[in-house]
């Protein structure tokens, strides 16, 4: 786990610690210190802490002209303990809604659990997003978290995707895919 770096090949189009519109705007970053973990595993010092113990993620693209973000998650999503989706909402999510941006790409290839304790911030989170014809994707969450968080019936709020070669996308057309694909299917 702690090798796995965020997806770098986007970088010369974005990055957030350059953002003067994003959370992590002027964060620095060590190559070499490994001082986040989860649980007692030493993540790469790329990945962002917005106040979870246990997840972490990097924000890959925020397109403020088209709308969108694509963040990629690491780690262990849990309601239940941490109330990962209030910090992740509270802390990210809402300041980009902030600035315009409504949909939302979360990469979840490495959420490796999910834990769930309620409905309320997914609801509320879906309801604002829905009032701006936004919505929240998940891309690639292993499995059994997938199967963990469809028990929980949070995809009814979180779109749950798969697409295995996303990295060789250009961020727009990554974009443009997933949202002509919700499109489809709500016209359906």
Not at 54 to 81: H, P, Q, S
Request: with cysteine.
């Amino acid at each position: 786990m702690q090798y796995i770096e965020p997806f770098y090949n986007w970088r010369h189009i974005y990055i957030s610690e350059e953002d003067r519109q994003s959370p992590f705007f002027g964060r620095t970053y060590s190559e070499f210190e490994f001082s986040l973990t989860v649980y007692n595993y030493y993540i790469h010092p790329q990945w962002d802490d917005f106040g979870s113990r246990t997840l972490y993620l990097k924000v890959l693209l925020a397109d403020y002209e088209e709308k969108y973000a694509v963040i990629e998650l690491i780690g262990e999503w849990n309601d239940a303990i941490e109330n990962d989706i209030m910090e992740l909402k509270r802390e990210v999510l809402e300041k980009f809604m902030f600035e315009g941006i409504h949909k939302f790409i979360l990469v979840g290839e490495n959420v490796l659990n999910y834990h769930s304790d309620g409905k309320d911030y997914y609801e509320e989170l879906y309801e604002e997003l829905s009032d701006e014809n936004g919505w929240i994707v998940c891309l690639n969450m292993p499995e059994q978290t997938q199967y963990d968080f469809k028990q929980a019936r949070l995809n009814r709020y979180v779109e749950l995707m798969e697409l295995d070669n996303w990295r060789t996308y250009k961020p727009y057309h990554l974009f443009k895919k997933i949202d002509n694909s919700l499109s489809a299917r709500l016209n359906e």
